[in-house]
């Protein structure tokens, strides 16, 4: 089973920026994508961003393109996501999820994920 492991996270003011990083534990080039999720308090799990191995391809949610960018490093095994112009909606536990054999059409789907990891709390304060 692969390990995925979060870092960064915290704390900011509405209008400023954070930085997540993720490691998986190996490597895989079968389809592989890693990309994050979030949940707020009382709502549901949504996608965020993700980022194919193959490719590079990278995919966001309509609420954070544009100021969210995913990038991957292939040799470390990790991806970060860079989180600009932060709002208060942001606020949520962000989840990292790697998987292999994700089709496109099912990359923004949570379940096609088999890794997770533990979750770090973004807070965007007004």
């Known amino acids: 089973q692969m390990q995925v492991t979060e870092s960064g996270g915290g704390w900011v003011q509405a209008g400023g920026s954070l930085r997540l990083s993720c490691e998986a534990s190996?490597?895989?080039?079968?389809?592989?994508?890693m990309g994050w999720f979030r949940q707020a308090p009382g709502k549901e799990r949504e996608f965020v961003a993700t980022?194919?191995?193959?490719?590079?391809?990278?995919y966001y949610s309509d609420s954070v393109k544009g100021r969210f960018t995913i990038s991957s490093d292939k040799a470390k095994n990790t991806v970060t996501l860079q989180m600009n112009s932060l709002k208060p909606e942001d606020t949520a536990v962000y989840y990292c999820?790697?998987?292999?054999?994700?089709?496109?059409?099912?990359?923004?789907?949570?379940?096609?994920?088999?890794?997770w990891g533990q979750g770090t709390q973004v807070t965007v304060s007004s």
């Open positions: 190996r490597r895989t080039t079968n389809k592989f994508a």
């Open positions: 980022i194919t191995w193959s490719g590079g391809f990278t």
């Open positions: 999820a790697a998987g292999t054999r994700i089709i496109t059409s099912r990359l923004r789907i949570g379940d096609a994920y088999a890794s």
